[in-house]
């Protein structure tokens, strides 16, 4: 069936209390997510057109379909589609990727599922609960990294390590517990290292 058969088949009416109901819920759901723990985390907005907007139209895509003869199967396989989309013109993180994943699925579920509204808050706070859990420093010690640019080169040796690690704390402030060194410039008398510690 094609895109014109299933516009056809589809009735505007059917955009009902029912439709505007699934999407209230799975607007708030993603606006805690996203507003409440992922920007309260980052404070990042830069992708907050990514996440509204690919959770949006997989909601209205997915409702759209569900209204026509459709498989499970086809179903899982346009999700798939959407969750492995990036942006070529700029890297995305594992953690934004992660909640790009998390709006897909939230628009997904809200849009498809057969139980009640009840059941659609349920799961959407769930997901919510847990990536609070695991976002939040309280219940998970959280490592964070940084890239520095070190012009000592002679403590970069292995022998010298404890006294890099000494130093990087000094310079920085920085409570690091571990290091990795990437790379060495003998001809600049620099090194790139990465330098782990866990957040206050």
Do not use: P
């Not at 919510?128 to 010690?141: G, M, P």
């Amino acid at each position: 069936m094609n895109l014109l058969q299933i516009l056809n088949n589809f009735s505007f009416t059917e955009l009902n209390a029912a439709m505007g109901f699934r999407y209230v819920i799975n607007m708030v759901a993603v606006f805690v997510l996203i507003r409440g723990i992922y920007y309260n985390t980052y404070h990042r907005k830069d992708l907050f057109l990514t996440f509204f907007s690919f959770n949006t139209i997989i909601f209205f895509v997915t409702y759209l379909l569900n209204k026509v003869e459709m498989t499970t199967g086809a179903a899982f396989g346009l999700f798939a589609v959407f969750s492995i989309l990036r942006y070529r013109t700029e890297g995305i993180s594992a953690k934004d990727m992660t909640y790009v994943f998390l709006c897909i699925a939230i628009g997904l579920l809200t849009a498809v599922s057969n139980g009640s509204w009840l059941d659609e808050l349920l799961i959407c706070a769930l997901i919510i609960i847990l990536t609070y859990l695991l976002e939040s420093s309280k219940w998970v010690k959280k490592e964070s990294s940084k890239t520095v640019y070190y012009d000592n080169i002679q403590l970069v040796h292995e022998s010298n390590k404890e006294k890099l690690l000494q130093d990087l704390i000094l310079r920085t402030g920085l409570t690091i517990h571990r290091i990795e060194i990437v790379d060495i410039d003998f001809l600049k008398d620099s090194s790139k290292i990465i330098v782990f510690y866990f957040e206050k």
